[in-house]
């Protein structure tokens, strides 16, 4: 802790700090601080490093009824005070962090995330489209990080503050690989209103389409075999293929179904855009396999 008073004294000098080695020195103690020793279960490691100092404050809260798992106890301990260091500052941190300690789970740095973007997100500034896209390049790429809804939250701003591109694509792939946590309300990303249509439906085209993607079945070893003629494929194999697209086509995948489902709903709420085309939106109609749907019913409500 001492650490991160020393850090956020910096900011008066920091062209000194910086030459003297102090700011570097700081950030590695503070990654050092929330090292998790190799070896212990997770229970073990959540007590070690920065979170002890603090053990007895989270024992009186959930002696209190403030009940909290200890992953989200311990984040929210470095969390909240990396929290309250400039864009900078957090990002070097959080990047170190990131690269020397590999024990650090990812969910507990995509909590600090969380706790880093309510705190400077929560209104719009000329400098919010740095602080999301900070945010957004230090994601974990673990999909348990972060929860599917939080990203989704994220995605909705990149059209407030104009972030990069890439740096939206990169969140709504993210996004897409958990897209069956997703809810209906959660999908209707607004658009500014100089875009003509209400919502944002290219990016939740590209969101099912990269879940599809994940999902399919893979085409078999022998699909891909490219050494070997058409003639020599005999007889077994041509049967294994055959088994394989049958059971895919019987069985759809579970996953498939409940995205085919959201995606329908979405469809219902957006078809009362008046300035929505008709290619966009039977282009998103089209982009869950036909077999994850069980019943098109829910198209022409």
């Given at each position: 802790?001492?650490?991160?008073?020393?850090?956020?004294?910096t900011?008066a000098?920091?062209?000194?700090?910086?030459?003297?080695?102090?700011?570097?020195?700081?950030i590695?103690?503070?990654?050092?601080?929330?090292?998790l020793?190799?070896?212990e279960?997770?229970?073990?490691?959540?007590?070690?490093?920065?979170s002890?100092?603090?053990?007895?404050?989270?024992?009186?809260?959930l002696?209190n009824g403030?009940g909290k798992?200890?992953a989200?106890?311990a984040?929210?301990?470095w969390?909240e005070?990396?929290?309250?260091l400039g864009?900078?500052?957090?990002?070097r941190t959080?990047?170190?962090i990131?690269?020397?300690?590999?024990?650090v789970?990812?969910?507990?740095?995509?909590?600090?995330?969380?706790?880093?973007?309510?705190?400077?997100?929560?209104?719009?500034e000329p400098d919010?489209?740095?602080?999301l896209?900070?945010?957004?390049?230090?994601l974990?790429?673990?999909?348990s990080?972060?929860?599917?809804?939080?990203?989704?939250?994220?995605?909705k701003?990149?059209?407030v503050?104009?972030v990069?591109?890439?740096?939206?694509?990169?969140?709504?792939?993210?996004?897409g690989?958990?897209l069956?946590?997703a809810?209906v309300s959660?999908?209707?990303?607004?658009l500014?209103d100089?875009?003509g249509m209400l919502?944002d439906?290219d990016?939740?085209t590209?969101?099912?389409?990269?879940?599809?993607?994940q999902i399919?079945?893979?085409?078999?070893?022998?699909?891909?075999r490219r050494?070997?003629?058409?003639?020599?494929?005999?007889?077994e194999?041509i049967?294994?293929?055959?088994?394989?697209?049958?059971s895919?086509?019987?069985?759809?995948n579970?996953l498939?179904v409940?995205v085919a489902?959201?995606v329908d709903?979405?469809?219902?709420?957006i078809?009362?855009?008046?300035?929505?085309?008709?290619?966009?939106?039977v282009?998103l109609?089209?982009s869950?396999?036909?077999?994850?749907?069980?019943?098109?019913?829910?198209?022409?409500k």
């Open positions: 802790r001492d650490s991160l008073v020393t850090l956020q004294t900011k000098l920091p062209l000194w700090s910086q030459d003297l080695g102090i700011t570097n020195r700081c590695e103690a503070i990654a050092n601080g929330v090292s020793s190799p070896g279960d997770l229970p073990t490691q959540l007590e070690t490093g920065l002890r100092n603090r053990s007895r404050r989270r024992d009186e809260s002696c403030g798992s200890k989200e106890n984040a929210r301990w969390g005070d990396l929290a309250d864009l900078d500052l957090y990002q959080m990047v170190a990131k690269s020397s300690n590999r024990n789970s990812p969910r507990l740095i995509g909590n600090a995330l969380r706790i880093y973007a309510s705190k400077w997100l929560q209104s719009i919010s489209h740095l602080v896209e900070s945010v957004i390049s230090l974990p790429m673990e999909k990080s972060v929860s599917c809804s939080f990203l989704l939250q994220l995605l701003m990149t059209n503050v104009n990069s591109h890439s740096s939206k694509m990169e969140l709504a792939v993210k996004a690989n958990q069956d946590k809810t959660e999908l209707l990303i607004p500014p100089e875009s919502y439906v990016v939740v590209m969101m099912v389409k990269q879940f599809v993607s399919r079945p893979t085409r078999t070893r022998t699909q891909h050494s070997r003629s058409e003639e020599n494929i005999n007889l194999e049967q294994e293929i055959g088994r394989s697209l049958s895919s086509s019987s069985s759809p579970p498939l409940k489902k959201l709903s979405y469809l219902q709420e078809a009362r855009d008046v300035k929505l085309t008709v290619s966009k939106f282009e109609a089209e869950v396999p036909d077999c994850s749907r069980t019943s098109h019913d829910g198209l022409y």
